[in-house]
């Protein structure tokens, strides 16, 4: 079995189009309104070639995906976790159920912000990445966690790979 991670961003978007500048608003909105270093999570198994098949809900593609790439050590941060072969399947289940599903940014917003107050309810049709990884993942309330929560919390039991100790 492949190993399974969490991988998470902490890159900044290079701004070359009016839609970049976009992403790179919401990424800062999402750090700032959640106080930590990540603006986004996926569930990241590695293949033979270096590359990644990366689970999530994301706002750049507009929901729950899968998508091969590259995680380079300069944007991203991996954390490997524990029973691969139970977080693969579980993430396979949840995929296969939630696939297409939209993002929700006011979810992610909401989980330790000022937002918060406005009692925001978590849509059941929508997912954002942090709770989406963490309902693989096995966490009860999935939707309280942001990325840099879910990172927390699994950096306590599992091993960060910095990048001198990345594939």
Avoid at 150 to 164: C, F, M, P, Q, Y
């Amino acid at each position: 079995m492949s190993k399974v991670y969490l991988a998470l961003y902490k890159g900044r978007k290079q701004i070359k189009s009016p839609k970049d500048l976009i992403y790179r608003c919401i990424d800062w909105a999402i750090r700032k309104a959640t106080r930590g270093e990540y603006s986004h999570c996926e569930i990241a198994v590695s293949l033979p070639n270096g590359q990644f098949d990366c689970y999530t809900s994301s706002h750049r593609d507009g929901g729950v995906r899968c998508k091969r790439m590259e995680l380079p050590s300069d944007k991203w941060d991996l954390i490997e976790l524990p029973k691969p072969n139970l977080t693969y399947g579980r993430a396979m289940k949840l995929w296969r159920e939630t696939k297409g599903k939209k993002y929700d940014l006011s979810g992610v917003l909401a989980v330790k912000s000022v937002f918060r107050r406005l009692k925001i309810r978590q849509s059941p049709n929508k997912w954002f990445c942090s709770e989406w990884c963490a309902a693989v993942i096995g966490f009860g309330e999935p939707s309280k966690y942001s990325p840099s929560d879910l990172a927390a919390a699994i950096d306590r039991k599992s091993t960060r790979l910095n990048s001198s100790h990345r594939l």
